[in-house]
């Protein structure tokens, strides 16, 4: 059975930083390219990031360009997101995908929340 | 940068056909997928490719992709299909959702 399952979300303060965490199984890691999504309070679905394979293309979202890092770590079938100097509108819930960007998501995990507030 | 429009909302009767489109430049000239939100829940892929279904997906749900909009239908529509419906796409090394549609069967 595939699983992803999110964790590191939490209350940050604006300007603080955030690194998330997604732990797979039930599928061979390296072998699909991930994303992140997030989804503000009420909102619609929004990319953030995404992997290929290997981890040598990353892709972002322009807002997040400079401050967020995607990375993956193979050997531990981990998709990780390092995120900084984040401001009120990074809060939401933010979801692991897998999938290669231009394919489509097929699994996603459960969402983990991230709220940026003073 | 490259933007999806879909409508706010579409209501339906059970057993009645609901068409959800997304709208881009020249849409067709990529692959569109369609994901389903139920209230609480993660996203589910329902196509992909602009007309494949996962496994698991019933075969109610189609697509269509052509021109500048891509089409969601679902075909005798059932309570449990009441969700929140968004398109996606790849363009210019981003992915793009459109702004979701909700989907009401009344």
């Known amino acids: 059975e595939v699983q992803l399952v999110e964790s590191g979300g939490g209350l940050v303060q604006p300007g603080g930083s955030l690194r998330l965490s997604c732990a797979t199984s039930?599928?061979?890691?390296?072998?699909?390219?991930m994303s992140w999504v997030r989804q503000a309070p009420g909102k619609g679905l929004e990319w953030v990031a995404s992997?290929?394979?290997?981890?040598?293309?990353?892709y972002y979202l322009d807002s997040v360009k400079g401050r967020f890092t995607i990375s993956r770590d193979n050997a531990k079938n981990s998709l990780f997101l390092q995120m900084n100097s984040l401001s009120v509108e990074d809060t939401g819930l933010y979801y692991c995908?897998?999938?290669?960007?231009?394919?489509?998501?097929?699994?996603w995990g459960q969402g983990i929340l991230v709220t940026v507030s003073s | 940068s490259y933007e999806l429009t879909q409508p706010p909302s579409v209501s339906v009767s059970p057993g009645q056909t609901a068409s959800i489109t997304c709208s881009g430049d020249?849409?067709?000239?990529?692959?569109a997928c369609w994901y389903q939100q139920r209230p609480g829940q993660s996203p589910v892929l329902v196509l992909y490719?602009?007309?494949k279904r996962p496994s698991g997906i019933p075969d109610r749900f189609s697509g269509s992709n052509s021109g500048n909009t891509a089409t969601l239908t679902i075909s005798g529509t059932q309570t449990t299909d009441e969700a929140d419906y968004y398109c996606?796409?790849?363009?210019?090394?981003?992915?793009?959702f459109g702004g979701g549609t909700k989907v009401t069967v009344l």
């Open positions: 995908a897998r999938g290669s960007p231009n394919w489509g998501s097929d699994y």
């Open positions: 039930g599928f061979t890691f390296r072998s699909y390219g």
């Open positions: 992997i290929l394979q290997d981890g040598n293309k990353k």
């Open positions: 020249k849409l067709g000239d990529t692959f």
């Open positions: 490719q602009d007309n």
């Open positions: 996606q796409v790849w363009a210019n090394n981003t992915v793009v």
